[in-house]
């Protein structure tokens, strides 16, 4: 008998897998109500978590999705009352003119969407259809009909067929509207979508584009797999379509790029984000983080982006190029966690010199494979070496200590006294000779020889200030993917745990993103950023968050700090001195957190790059309850979240 006899039939793996998220769920639920056995639970579950389990991409449990919308995402009759009010204290009401394109439209989800857009409770909008040739005679009678009823709906019906671009330019050229909202024309909108748009609009007048939260919508109009977006990130976009639903534009802005560009089907809208987001730059984006948009999906009628995936891989990547050429960037465009893309990004001719910087204290069993993978596994042209010796004793770790000195690019720089990681760091920052200076712990392993190209040919861009990377566990799973701000009371590492194969919630880690802080394990920035933020705090912060405060000093500066899946390494943490939280390193380890309070304070729960959708409680993308921002109609304050409560 064949392994493939022996399984399951689908409906009824299908059904068990029902089963165990419900179950899992069920015990999620359970421990969030016995706080005092999670408590317990938490210890056993670090060791045994990163070796047992694994994150699945943008894969929310439908049930929990479901109770969270009828507990925290369904507008109540108080709700509108209290949304006409704040529209009546408007002082003005922008007009949205909502572009949309059919084409043989099934009758049902047509009449869905125009019924959607007709019950919003911001009445000052038009609906702009372009009918694409259809050949189904009801597609053209239910928008006559509609423009019949309603004055606020215009349709032009084109005679010759030419696709999605030139239908939706068709549209455009109805609009009269301030703004220009984009909607399919088998997808629905919330009853509140416009008013959260003109809101937007309204307390940000020099905004040019926003985009909102979406979930798919299936055929029986159920809810699931929401996309809580991050903050705008000019680097995300690049990777995929951030942008994509709910996304409105000033019209005169659309007007200045023309509009769709034809040739690009299926990733139209992508070209449109990026150009637009080039056009106007990063500080006139703005982003509601709630759900404003339903994505109908898992019909029989599939979109022209599901049933032509390659060409619409192909238009973005077309479009994406075009992006980077504006701007003078010359740059690979390669494939990256499934459908998405990796920009390869030059590293300047000659290779800037890179001053890698790693503590030690004895351990020479880690600091030898450590500098194995950097003197002989690194593919980088241009490296020199500084050891801070903290103090080290072991014969074998001084012998180690010797003999690396006689490669050139190696020194040994003594730092006697009590391990205090921020002064080593600056103290042998200040013995750099390099353009370019990497944070390196001892304990980090090489995997493959390109990782340090990877990270300077992001550190040096202009806009960027530090860069961090993805770190492994021994065992293969995840360590590092970027800090998310408030975890733990400041911050922590996101998905540790997941499989390495594993993309996250919509490619979250296989795509290069900003973040609001990463990991010193692995750390690159240029000189001219570590000079102006002044180091680390080697007084305040000695050995815990030092990196997540030079992170935020470097934001302030107005530079972003990305993170790279493309440079990968092992950490074996803190194997060389033992982990911050116990014994004597406990009470420093407080004192430390409470100086990041008292310094950063509401900046520690307001991550632009985690969802306010997220809960604080860990970083597994796991929602909120409730969510951890305030509807805006909603002037009755509640409880606020506590730095010290988390």
């Known amino acids: 008998m064949t392994l493939s006899a022996l399984r399951a039939p689908p409906a009824l793996r299908r059904m068990a897998a029902d089963r165990l998220s419900r179950t899992a769920g069920a015990a999620y639920r359970f421990l969030r109500k016995h706080p005092a056995i999670r408590r317990a639970l938490r210890p056993i579950a670090q060791r045994v978590f990163p070796s047992l389990v694994s994150f699945h991409a943008a894969h929310i449990p439908r049930h929990d999705y479901e109770d969270w919308i009828a507990r925290h995402d369904t507008l109540t009759a108080q709700d509108e009352v209290a949304i006409r009010a704040d529209i009546t204290r408007f002082p003005r009401r922008p007009l949205l ?151 409105a534009y000033r019209r005169d802005l659309i007007l200045s790029l023309n509009g769709f560009r034809e040739g690009l089907e299926g990733s139209q809208d992508h070209d449109l984000a990026l150009r637009a987001t080039g056009a106007c730059g990063p500080n006139a984006v703005r982003h509601i983080p709630r759900i404003l948009y339903h994505w109908r999906q898992q019909t029989s009628r599939r979109s022209f982006s599901q049933s032509a995936m390659a060409r619409c891989i192909a238009a973005a990547r077309t479009a994406i190029a075009g992006h980077l050429a504006a701007r003078g960037v010359e740059a690979a465009i390669l494939p990256a966690a499934g459908i998405h893309h990796r920009i390869v990004f030059p590293v300047p001719d000659p290779a800037p010199l890179v001053s890698i910087l790693i503590p030690t204290r004895n351990r020479a069993d880690l600091l030898r494979v450590c500098l194995d993978g950097v003197l002989k596994r690194t593919d980088y042209p241009a490296i020199e070496v500084l050891i801070a010796d903290n103090d080290s004793t072991e014969p074998d770790a001084r012998a180690l200590l010797k003999h690396v000195q006689s490669d050139p690019r190696v020194r040994v720089i003594p730092q006697p006294g009590p391990f205090n990681f921020a002064r080593i760091t600056n103290r042998v920052a200040a013995e750099a000779r390099g353009e370019i200076l990497l944070l390196l712990n001892n304990d980090i392993e090489v995997i493959e020889s390109g990782w340090l190209r990877e990270m300077v040919s992001h550190a040096v861009r202009p806009d960027v200030g530090a860069v961090g990377c993805r770190l492994l566990y021994p065992n293969g799973r995840l360590q590092h993917g970027g800090t998310a701000l408030g975890v733990g009371r400041i911050g922590g590492h996101i998905l540790t745990g997941a499989r390495r194969d594993d993309y996250g919630p919509f490619g979250v880690l296989g795509l290069l993103r900003s973040a609001s802080a990463v990991t010193a394990a692995c750390l690159a920035l240029r000189r001219d950023v570590w000079r102006q933020v002044g180091g680390m705090d080697d007084i305040n912060l000695a050995v815990a968050f030092n990196d997540v405060d030079l992170c935020l000093k470097i934001r302030a500066l107005g530079l972003r700090i990305v993170w790279t899946p493309f440079a990968e390494l092992y950490h074996h943490e803190s194997a060389s001195r033992g982990p911050d939280q116990s014994g004597s390193n406990a009470e420093r380890f407080r004192r430390e957190e409470d100086f990041m309070i008292a310094r950063w304070g509401d900046a520690l729960l307001n991550d632009p790059y985690y969802n306010p959708n997220y809960t604080l409680k860990n970083a597994n993308f796991s929602l909120a309850t409730p969510p951890r921002h305030d509807r805006r109609h909603r002037t009755a304050p509640r409880p606020s979240t506590r730095l010290d409560n988390i």
């Open 97 to 247: 003119s909502v572009v949309m394109a059919t084409y043989e439209t099934p009758e049902r989800y047509l009449r869905a969407a125009i019924a959607s857009l007709q019950g919003q409770i911001y009445e000052e909008w038009e609906l702009c259809v372009a009918d694409d040739a259809s050949s189904a005679t009801h597609v053209a009678r239910i928008l006559d009909e509609a423009a019949a009823a309603d004055p606020r709906v215009r349709v032009i019906h084109r005679p010759v067929r030419g696709h999605i671009s030139a239908a939706s330019n068709s549209a455009l050229d109805l609009a009269t509207g301030e703004w220009v909202v984009l909607m399919d024309h088998d997808d629905l909108l919330p009853p509140d979508a416009l008013y959260e748009l003109a809101a937007e609009i309204v307390a940000h007048p020099d905004a040019q584009v926003i985009y909102t939260d979406e979930d798919k919508i299936d055929d029986r109009d159920r809810r699931y797999n929401p996309y809580f977006k991050p903050d705008f990130d000019p680097d995300l976009l690049l990777g995929q379509n951030l942008l994509s639903h709910l996304t």
